[in-house]
C-alpha cells in the first residue's frame, strides 16, 4: 500500500524523529498531538496538529486528543468501498495510511506501586482505539505499536516504495497482541486493587512475555518457550541468569523449578539435586560442601544428569566436587572465581546464578494445560496445618526433626510419595507410585542399592495410609516414628498398628499430593 499519509503520536519517543524525518523525505504528511508534535516540530519535521486537523482542541488534560471521526474515518476507511471513499470526500476526510502509536505505561507504573491516581491516568484511552481501528484495517494501513519496527519499515520503503500485505498483517497482529496484553494488565491490576484477585473468574485472561526460547521441549523434536508473568512478584528460577552453558530445555526449566520450590524449605546449608523433576538427593550440613556430598550419595546413579542446586555460594572445593560426575545444570546463589574457572572446563553444564531465594510461602496460582482447556488452582503454599501426636509414644526431639525434615521434602515428590530421612538428611526417596506400598518399597530398595540401613529412620508419606501394610512394612525396616496427613477411614487401623510396632506417629493435617 502506498503510503500518503501517517499519524504519529507515540509515548515511547525512542527513534520517532528519525523515523519521522524519513517519511517526510519519502513525501509522507504527518499529523501529531501533544509531546510527539513537539518533539517532532522541534526537530523541523514537517507536522501537521491533530486539533488544527480536526478543528478540536484537546479537552481534560489530554484524555480527548485523537478520539474524532476526522481521525477514524481517515483510518477506518475502506479504499475499495466506494461509499466509505465518498463519505470521506463529503466529510473532508483525507485517508490516513500508516498509524505509529505507542501507549502509555500503565504495566510499568502499576509494577512499581505508584499512585492509584497516577496508575488511572496511564490507561491509555486513545491510543489502543487508534490501534484497534488501524489493525481491523490492516488491508489498507500499516500499524506500528513498537519502535523496534521503524527500522524494518524503512528499510522495506527504501527497497520497494510500499509496504508488503504480509507485512501489513504481521504489523496487525503484533498490535492485536501488545493491545490484548495491555487490557489484560489493566484488569488484572484492579482485581488485585478492589479485592477480587482470589476469585476464579468467569474468564480466564492471561499475559507473558517470552523469556527466552527453549533448546527444544520435552523432547528434540518438540518447540519450546518460557514465559514470565509480570505481575508474579515473589522470587522464581526465572529470575536467574545463566552464565555458563547450553541453552536450556524445558524439562531443564522444570526441573530447576521444582529444585527451587524445594531448597527454598530450608535455611541452613543445604543441597537439592533433582532428576525428571523429583528430589532424588537432599541434604543439609553446616558446610554446604557436606551437604552436596550427603545429598549425592543418596541416589549416586539418579544424581548423574541431574540438576544441582545449593542455597549458599559455590567455591572451588564444592566445585571440583561437583563436576566429579556428569550434572546437567548447577544453580547457586553466587560462584567464586575460582569455581567458574574449574566449570569453564565442563563447557556445556549450564552455571546458573539465582540469588533470589525466599523461604516465605507467597499464595499463587498454578496453572495447568490439558487438552481443550487449563486447570487452576491455588498453589500449595502451607507446609503443616497442625502437629498430633496420634500414638501412645510421642516421637523424640531427634525423631521429630528428622520427621520435619522428612515432611519438607516429601512435598515436593511426585505422588504416591515417601522419603525417609535421619537428622537433616534424606536417606531414600519412593516416588510417583500407584500404590503407597510400592512407594516406600522403591525407596528401601534405593537405600539397600547404596547400603544404607533405614534402622532408627523415619518416614513421610505425602496422603494418608490407606491399609496398615504401609506401617507393617515400614516397621521391618526398622523405621521408628512416621508423619502422614491423617484422614483415613482406617487411621484407627494405622495407629493400632504403630503402636503395635511401638513406633511414633504423628498427622500433620494437610495432603501434599503432587500429580
Known amino acids: 500500500m502506498d503510503i500518503k499519509r501517517a499519524l504519529i ?157 504480509k507485512t501489513h498483517e504481521k504489523l496487525a497482529v503484533e498490535t492485536w497482541t501488545h493491545v490484548s496484553h495491555y487490557d489484560v494488565c489493566i484488569e488484572r491490576y484492579f482485581r488485585n486493587q478492589f479485592g477480587y484477585k482470589d476469585e476464579m473468574p468467569e474468564y480466564l485472561n492471561l499475559t507473558f512475555h517470552k523469556k527466552q526460547d527453549l533448546r527444544y521441549g520435552e523432547n528434540p523434536h518438540q518447540a519450546s518457550a518460557v514465559y514470565k508473568d509480570d505481575f508474579y512478584r515473589n522470587p522464581s528460577i526465572l529470575d536467574g541468569n545463566q552464565i555458563q552453558g547450553k541453552q536450556m530445555s524445558y524439562n531443564n526449566i522444570l526441573d530447576c523449578n521444582a529444585a527451587f520450590k524445594l531448597i527454598r524449605e530450608f535455611e541452613e546449608p543445604t543441597a537439592v539435586i533433582v532428576k525428571h523433576n523429583n528430589p532424588c538427593g537432599v541434604a543439609s550440613a553446616q558446610s554446604i560442601l557436606d551437604a552436596y556430598k550427603t545429598a549425592k550419595a543418596v541416589d549416586p546413579e539418579a544424581a548423574f544428569g541431574g540438576i544441582v542446586f545449593v542455597n549458599r555460594p559455590v567455591d572451588e572445593p564444592l566445585a571440583k566436587e561437583i563436576t566429579s560426575r556428569f ?41 495447568r494445560s490439558i487438552l481443550g482447556g487449563l486447570l487452576v488452582q491455588e498453589a500449595n503454599v502451607k507446609m503443616l496445618e497442625s502437629l498430633k501426636t496420634v500414638t501412645k509414644r510421642e516421637p523424640t526431639k531427634d525423631e521429630l526433626q528428622s520427621l520435619l525434615y522428612a515432611w519438607k521434602v516429601v512435598k515436593y515428590v511426585k505422588s504416591n510419595a515417601i522419603v525417609y530421612a535421619k537428622g537433616t538428611r534424606v536417606i531414600a526417596i519412593g516416588a510417583g507410585q500407584m500404590k503407597r506400598i510400592d512407594a516406600a518399597r522403591i525407596g528401601s530398595l534405593i537405600a539397600q542399592d547404596y547400603g544404607e540401613s533405614l534402622k532408627g529412620a523415619v518416614m513421610a508419606s505425602d496422603a494418608f495410609f490407606p491399609f496398615r501394610d504401609g506401617i507393617d512394612f515400614a516397621a521391618k525396616l526398622g523405621i521408628t516414628a512416621i508423619i502422614q496427613p491423617g484422614g483415613s477411614v482406617k487411621d484407627e487401623e494405622v495407629i493400632a498398628a504403630s503402636n503395635e510396632h511401638k513406633m511414633a506417629m504423628v498427622f500433620t493435617g494437610i495432603r501434599h499430593f503432587r500429580h
Open 9 to 165: 503520536s507515540v509515548y515511547n519517543k525512542e527513534g520517532v524523529v528519525e523515523f519521522a524525518r524519513f517519511l517526510s523525505q519519502m513525501g509522507v504528511e504527518i499529523l501529531s498531538s501533544g509531546g510527539t508534535f513537539k518533539l517532532l516540530s522541534q526537530n523541523h519535521i514537517p507536522v501537521i496538529e491533530v486539533s488544527k486537523y480536526t478543528g478540536s482542541p484537546e479537552l481534560m488534560d489530554g484524555r480527548v486528543k485523537t478520539l474524532h471521526p476526522k481521525i477514524h474515518g481517515a483510518i477506518l476507511a475502506d479504499r475499495s468501498n466506494p461509499n466509505h471513499m465518498q463519505e470521506a470526500e463529503k466529510n473532508g476526510i483525507v485517508p490516513i495510511d500508516l498509524v505509529a502509536v505507542n501507549l502509555y505505561p500503565f504495566e510499568e507504573s502499576a509494577l512499581k506501586n505508584a499512585p492509584l491516581a497516577q496508575v488511572i491516568e496511564h490507561i491509555d484511552i486513545g491510543g489502543p482505539t487508534l490501534l484497534r481501528s488501524a489493525a481491523k484495517n490492516y488491508k489498507n494501513v500499516a500499524v506500528i505499536c513498537n519502535p523496534s519496527s521503524y527500522s524494518q519499515i524503512m528499510s522495506e520503503l527504501k527497497e520497494s516504495k510500499i509496504l508488503s500485505p
Open 327 to 367: 550434572v546437567e545444570i548447577v544453580v547457586s546463589p553466587n560462584f567464586t572465581p575460582e569455581a567458574l574457572e574449574i566449570f569453564k572446563a565442563k563447557k556445556n553444564i549450564r552455571v546458573i546464578v539465582s540469588n533470589t531465594l525466599d523461604v516465605k510461602r507467597q499464595p499463587y496460582r498454578k496453572y
